[in-house]
C-alpha cells in the first residue's frame, strides 16, 4: 500500500531540496521531480519526495480528512487498565 500525503513548501533549499509541512511535521524532502515550486505551494509527498504540486483547496480537505480520521481512531481505541 501506498500513502501519498500534502505537504506545504516552507521554503526552498539548495540541491533541489524543500523544507515542508505534512500536517505539522517539518521535514526536508527532495523537489527534483516537481519544477517552479514557491514557499506556499502545495504539493504531494511520498518516502521523502514531492511528487507533484497540488491545489490549496484540496490540500486542506485532504489534511482535514486525515485529521478526522485520526481523532476517529483515538476516540475507538479501547482503554486498557
Known amino acids: 500500500m501506498c500513502?501519498?500525503?500534502p505537504?506545504?513548501?516552507l521554503a526552498?533549499?539548495?540541491d533541489a531540496m524543500a523544507?515542508?509541512?505534512?500536517g505539522g511535521v517539518i521535514k526536508d524532502v527532495?523537489?527534483?521531480?516537481?519544477?517552479?515550486?514557491a514557499p506556499g505551494d502545495y504539493?504531494?509527498?511520498h518516502v521523502g519526495y514531492a511528487l507533484s504540486?497540488?491545489?490549496?483547496?484540496?490540500?486542506?480537505?485532504t489534511l482535514a480528512l486525515i485529521a478526522e480520521m485520526v481523532t476517529a481512531g483515538a476516540a475507538e481505541t479501547p482503554v486498557v487498565s
Open 43 to 45: 504539493v504531494i509527498l
Open 53 to 61: 504540486r497540488l491545489d490549496p483547496e484540496e490540500a486542506d480537505r
Open 30 to 37: 527532495s523537489v527534483a521531480l516537481v519544477e517552479d515550486l
Open 3 to 5: 500513502l501519498a500525503v
Open 12 to 14: 526552498l533549499l539548495p
Open 19 to 22: 523544507r515542508v509541512d505534512a
Open 7 to 9: 505537504a506545504k513548501v
